[in-house]
């Protein structure tokens, strides 16, 4: 069963002509591109396509006159036709904490954010969006509040792991000692809602002779789109993640609205099935800690009872505030009594540490800068009236 998403009611972006961008494709992609194009003779193209991807993949070059073992005539060939570019990161902000946000424009109209988070995994990971806008409209998180814009390209999704890169100087591909270790797709959007872009790009990304992240380092996030999970593992291998954030129906529904389609009972038997699902491949549950909520000690012992069975942790996610929001963040007090109940139970249940606030770069917080921009101005106009 698939699952079909609504786009009729996106803002349409006229797109002009362009080059394609060799950058984004599967390797697949990339040969059958090369032929296309008129570059490469069929019988030489997976062997080229090899040569492009060691250098766009291994060492980040974004220019073709850099591929050193490829013939003069060629290289000059695919600067006609295609591109190795990058997109035009619009604003770059550090967190005191050493967070990184960047504010990335792929098209006109067409923003996202994407976070390094330093110290995160085995040395820090880097939260991607998988789709500009979001149509889910959980309410604690202000990306919700962003309408869709569209999905993002599986080229769209490895641009941000590239310019993550450019900024940390992580070419060529670190074995060791890298800074950006894993990959969360846990910025704007729902990746389920774009599960072929989203499976295309970690192809990409999880290439071992190019970004050369392990599969089991990469994460995907969702709110619980039961149709596609199993595809999601059959085809990614990803580590799988659950916005789940309540322990009853009644609850959930107000707070991430798609439970009224996907109900807990039906969301926990898919979890259930999860491909690989084991010890050593355990679902991360997200619960964020909204006071007098879903804080209390009954609703721990809820969330005990509800994830027996499931070889699982528990991310307890403190509120990050944003203007507008009617919640408040539990005391540390309640999270820490929150978290005691789950480990008692057997449970890691880490407290994560507010990450990047200052920049609006924290969980729940990440929203196009073009979207708020045009919320600031709309307000003016109010007020002015």
Not at 139 to 146: D, K
Not at 186 to 206: F, H, K, R, S
Not at 312 to 329: D, R, T, V
Request: hydrophobic share 40%.
């Amino acid at each position: 069963m698939g699952v079909t998403l609504d786009l009729s009611r996106a803002a349409a972006q006229p797109l002009a002509a362009q080059k394609p961008n060799l950058s984004g494709m599967t390797r697949a992609e990339l040969a059958a591109c090369l032929v296309e194009l008129g570059v490469v003779r069929p019988e030489k193209a997976k062997m080229r396509a090899s040569q492009l991807w060691r250098w766009m993949h291994h060492y980040g070059v974004v220019e073709f006159e850099k591929m050193t073992d490829v013939a003069k005539e060629t290289r000059a060939a695919l600067a006609e036709v295609c591109t190795i570019s990058r997109p035009e990161v619009v604003e770059r902000q550090v967190s005191k904490d050493g967070t990184r946000k960047w504010l990335i424009r792929m098209a006109p109209g067409i923003e996202v954010e994407t976070v390094y988070i330093p110290d995160v995994g085995r040395a820090g990971a880097l939260c991607v969006s998988s789709q500009v806008g979001c149509t889910l409209n959980c309410t604690f998180c202000h990306t919700g509040t962003q309408a869709l814009v569209r999905n993002l390209t599986a080229a769209e999704i490895v641009a941000q792991v590239q310019v993550a890169r450019d900024d940390l100087g992580e070419w060529p591909s670190p074995k060791e000692d890298r800074r950006l270790s894993n990959i969360v797709f846990m910025g704007m959007g729902e990746p389920l809602y774009n599960l072929d872009n989203v499976a295309a790009a970690i192809d990409i990304i999880a290439d071992n002779e190019g970004i050369a992240i392990s599969r089991r380092r990469i994460t995907v996030s969702t709110s619980g789109v039961v149709p596609q999970l199993k595809d999601l593992g059959e085809r990614t291998q990803a580590m799988l993640a659950i916005s789940l954030h309540a322990t009853n129906d009644e609850l959930r529904e107000k707070l991430v609205p798609l439970n009224r389609k996907y109900p807990i009972a039906e969301l926990m038997d898919a979890i259930r099935a999860y491909p690989g699902l084991s010890n050593s491949k355990r679902v991360t549950f997200e619960y964020v800690m909204l006071k007098g909520v879903n804080d209390s000690p009954a609703e721990a012992k809820a969330l005990v009872q509800l994830l027996k069975g499931i070889p699982a942790k528990i991310n307890l996610i403190p509120f990050n505030p944003w203007p507008g929001s009617e919640y408040q963040c539990s005391d540390w007090g309640t999270i820490e009594r929150f978290a005691a109940v789950l480990n008692r139970a057997g449970y890691a249940s880490p407290i994560r540490t507010p990450r990047g606030r200052d920049i609006l770069a924290a969980c729940g917080q990440l929203k196009s800068e073009s979207e708020k921009l045009r919320a600031s101005a709309r307000r003016k106009i109010e007020q002015a009236g």
